[in-house]
């Protein structure tokens, strides 16, 4: 995990966890994009890293755990679908409730989208803290929260970075230096602005490949697939990334056309249009075969021994093998 900018943040944290005066509870606050929710996970490994450093080591178990989301003592919790009953549910059975025996972390996003019921509840539990239990909160707004409950939380602010950190930042990341610098312009220096406008282009360009391909799927043209598996982008820093969203996205429409099929409805995929015509050509069995090799595919991204142009030919031979069955 990398944190960026922020400085102020860091050295609150670090300073409490130095005074072993680690808060029980505190509140990251800032615009959108301003780095919350990578903090609030920060903070989580500072509570349970096996070095208890100043700073989280970021390689034991407990912070790797941590953040990949799978520590089973760090609990998410989304303030705008969460019910009273269910936070007095937490609240009240957090001593003791912990899996691994020690503290139980609970981080609840966008804190200010909790209603008046809901932060009495938390109030009252701030009165009489357990020490079992330890709660950060983000919000991107804190006009919205209690004053009773921000006197008894420790308060950190987060900041955007400046322009040219940001673009430095996207830079790195393997952003083209033009790219980068109008999206740090833009969102002035707001990394998780520039990331997110980012991602929606990436996703929006990968709509149109995965359509294209399940197009060449649907006609049986296997040379038309192959032409756009070789128009894919090929950064230099993630060989994996092209290959992951093709065989995700594709696979989506084909699990649309299967729950079509099924009688179902279209939930994932970028075309419903396409699903629906998938679903109308292609018999249950073959398009669960389908969704089945885009699965398969989709985890072979990720092994150790992948190989972009191998794994995409493959994936194709498959995928027509399959497709030819009907
Ligand atoms: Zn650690």
New binding site residues.
Partial sequence: MEIYGNKGALKRLSEYKESERMPHSLLFFGDTGTGKRTLADYTA?LY????GGTA?????L??ERTEKHIHPDVIYIDCENTSVTKLREILRDSAGASVEGGIRVYILSEFQFFNRECQNALLTYLEEPSDKMRLILTASNKNGILPTILSRIALIQTEPLTVTECENVLKDGGVSEEEAEKLARMYKGNLGMSLKALESENAALYFDFAREYAEAVYSGEEYKALTVIQRLPQPKDDKREPVRMLVTETGKLFHDAFAKACGGKASCGCDEALAQRLAEKYPVSVLSELCEVSQHFGGIVSSVYFNSKITLNAFTARIFETAEKN
């Fill in positions: 490994m349970f890293c096996e070095r989280p080591c970021m390689t034991c407990n912070c």
